[in-house]
Structure formats: C-alpha cells, structure tokens
C-alpha cells in the first residue's frame, strides 16, 4: 500500500485542477489567440502562472484505485499490475483466466 499522503496529495490535485480547469481553458484560448493584441496575451499569460501549480492537470499521477502504487499503471482498468494479478488469482476479474502452459 502506498503512503496515505501520497495518495491524498493526488486526491487533492485531482480535485483543484477539477476547481480550476474551466478558468485555465479560458486563459489558455485568450494566450494562444493571435488575433488579440500582444498586450492582452501577455496578461493573461500572467494570471495563468499566477494560479495554483496543482491546479494543472499534468501534476496529477495516476496511481492504482486498489492499492495507490504509481508504478505499473493500465489505464483501462486503473490498477497497478500486482493488484491485477492478485485479483485475477482470486477470480474478481469476470473473464480473466491464469494461464498456464
């Protein structure tokens, strides 16, 4: 199990860029709009790195729903590869048998 602060620090970024993404998609169309003056740009520019860093949704890790572990991640059933392979042995995971050759 990974360290429960870890895990909370990720919650917490998940939900301040949540917060913030409407306010950072707005800033982010005025900064890459040519049409605008340069000036206008510029400031929006700064009040974009005036938001909280946490607030972008790149400093979001993702990590197993299971066990937390940042490492060994599939996106598609959001766990780490040992909670995987753990809840495949036991039979939790409808379609998916252990093979053995």
Avoid: D, H
Wanted: overall charge positive; charged content about 35%; hydrophobic content about 35%.
């Amino acid at each position: 199990m990974a360290k429960t602060s870890s895990v909370e620090k990720n919650n917490r970024r998940r939900k301040m860029a949540k917060q913030y993404a409407g306010k950072r998609a707005r800033l982010k169309a005025i900064i890459q709009n040519k049409s605008l003056p340069i000036e206008e740009r510029f400031a929006a520019q700064l009040k974009l790195s005036e938001l909280p860093r946490n607030s972008a949704k790149t400093r979001i890790r993702n990590r197993c729903e299971v066990t937390g572990r940042p490492r060994a991640y599939y996106r598609k059933l959001k766990m780490s590869r040992l909670a995987l392979r753990e809840m495949a042995n036991l039979g939790l995971i409808p379609g998916m048998v252990k093979s053995s050759w």
